[in-house]
């Protein structure tokens, strides 16, 4: 049996939608209400032509469609929960339901690799500098940390450019944690200032350049932005805290991607339950997710992001955290 979850704002519009995509044939499996669009129909159409049946009993259905079937109400009801807007979720389901739903959480991670792209910040160093921006408060130092502790570990020659001259002990933070690890570190008041830090750092190591918390209404602090990506000839990353509002999340995402922002770093997870906010953010701005945090804790690190380990989030499992090196952890705290 083919499977596929209609979204509408009516019953009578999700069955004429039923209708002309499936045909008269197609048997209503199940109906959900939705907060967000009105109502959520799942149909089936079966590959081969049904069987006679009695018209006075109740058409059994295969034990591995009702299977199918539960497990795209459960995926259903946590992208609910979870606050995914509507088309998003109905993209998921849909592709979800083109696959075995027995093991919900496999299937959503499946849905999620076709709908979403993936591109972890790998430990070997980038090609180009790699410019932590965001809003204020967002975790954009912590997130530089981790990243930092996590390439050392590896070997990879790392080094660390402040240009967050505005957040009281930010340059401080930053020092602690380059400090004790033996990350050289500068400070760079404007864009000049980054090119000529820069270029004191080893080209081929891993070079990350913190900023001010930016505030993305602002054209004044976006231009700061959009010169720093350019005199550090660099790559800005976008790092947004999780929890927010759906639709406000993904015009900061809109308006970050602006600045040449191609990937997505998302902190706090530990903080919140519903993670909507990111997948938003995520296909609003065209934004491949790269990594997580799940903890305040600097040695704690970050967590790469794949379909897998966001899938298993948003079903409400538990993720590991990465256990790093005891005596890096401890410097760095």
């Known amino acids: 049996m083919r499977l596929k979850t209609f979204s509408a704002g009516t019953m009578d519009e999700a069955m004429r939608r039923v209708r002309q995509e499936l045909g008269e044939d197609a048997v209503i499996l199940s109906t959900k209400r939705d907060g967000k669009s009105g109502v959520l129909v799942t149909a089936g159409l079966e590959d081969a032509p049904p069987a006679e049946v009695s018209t006075s009993q ?45 093991n919900p959480t496999m299937a959503l991670a499946a849905a999620l690799d076709a709908q979403f792209a993936f591109a972890p910040l790998i430990d070997e ?26 390439a050392r570990l590896a ?50 190591g891993l070079r990350l350049i913190d900023s001010a918390g930016s505030n993305p209404q602002s054209e004044s602090d976006l231009a700061e932005i959009s010169a720093l990506v350019a005199a550090g000839d660099a790559e800005p990353v976008l790092v947004l805290a999780a929890g927010g509002d759906p639709a406000e999340t993904a015009d900061q995402a809109r ?69 790093l090196n005891p005596a890096a952890m401890e410097a760095a705290e």
């Open 255 to 323: 308006i970050y991607a602006r600045l040449g922002a191609r990937r997505l770093i998302v902190t706090k997870l530990d903080t919140v339950r519903r993670l909507g906010s990111l997948l938003a953010a995520a296909a609003a701005g065209g934004l491949a997710l790269c990594e997580f945090g799940l903890s305040p804790q600097i040695g704690d690190g970050l967590v790469p992001m794949n379909p897998v380990s966001l899938a298993r989030l948003l079903m409400g499992e538990r993720i590991e955290l990465p256990s």
């Open 155 to 204: 070997g990879v020659a790392v080094g660390a450019v402040s240009c967050d001259m505005l957040r009281a002990g930010a340059e401080a933070q930053l020092a602690t944690y380059t400090r004790r690890l033996d990350i050289p570190a500068f400070r760079a008041r404007d864009a000049q200032a980054l090119a000529r830090a820069l270029a004191s750092l080893p080209a081929e």
């Open 58 to 102: 109740p058409r059994d259905l295969p034990q591995n469609d009702t299977a199918a079937l539960d497990g795209l109400d459960r995926i259903a009801a946590r992208l609910e929960f979870n606050n995914v807007p509507a088309a998003i979720a109905d993209r998921l389901l849909n592709a979800a339901a083109e696959l075995s739903t027995e």
């Open 125 to 150: 160093a980038p090609a180009l500098p790699l410019l932590f921006i965001g809003p204020p408060g967002a975790g954009k130092t912590s997130s530089l940390a981790k990243l930092g502790i996590r």
